[in-house]
């Protein structure tokens, strides 16, 4: 049933790109 999961959040991928990115600088702000 969830053969195109992505065809239902077309934004998904970009979400998850902006958490790595947020994720990444908090990395680095905090060390």
């Known amino acids: 049933h969830f053969l195109r999961p992505d065809a239902r ?3 998904l991928e970009a979400l998850k790109a902006a958490i ?3 994720a990444a ?3 680095a ?3």
């Open 9 to 11: 959040f077309p934004g």
């Open 20 to 22: 790595a990115k947020d």
């Open 25 to 27: 600088e908090a990395r």
């Open 29 to 31: 702000v905090l060390g």
